[in-house]
Nanobody, 123 residues
């Protein structure tokens, strides 16, 4: 069992930055790929970024590539999402999730989910 708790969301102006954190319980954090997803009002949940287990390969949605950076600290059981150059269209609830697969980009590959943190970008 893995429990995930996100933090770091908030209100920011367009062009600003935020860093989301996701703290995981359990002693097997390093064996999971960790992903970030988001869901805006009236829209389906979408993939944002993933970092693989072991070597920490990273993959991003085209919409955030070059602006967002995912990283992990296995000693702290934490995954981060650094978000720069934020745009109003980045407004959403952001969720972190854990998967036993390599580095999945689809939600159904993830077994554990956090409760989400709201990110609002004003124009």
């Amino acid at each position: 069992q893995v429990q995930l708790v996100e933090s770091g969301g908030g209100l920011v102006q367009a062009g600003g930055s935020l860093r989301l954190s996701c703290a995981a319980s359990g002693r097997t954090f390093s064996s999971y790929a960790m992903g970030w997803f988001r869901q805006a009002p009236g829209k389906e949940r979408e993939f944002v970024a993933v970092i693989s287990r072991s070597i920490g390969s990273t993959y991003y949605a085209d919409s955030v590539k070059g602006r967002f950076t995912i990283s992990r600290d296995n000693a702290k059981n934490t995954v981060y999402l650094q978000m720069n150059s934020l745009k109003p269209e980045d407004t959403a609830v952001y969720y972190c999730a854990a998967s036993s697969a390599w580095a999945p980009m689809v939600g159904y590959e993830y077994r554990y989910w956090g409760q989400g943190t709201q990110v609002t970008v004003s124009s």
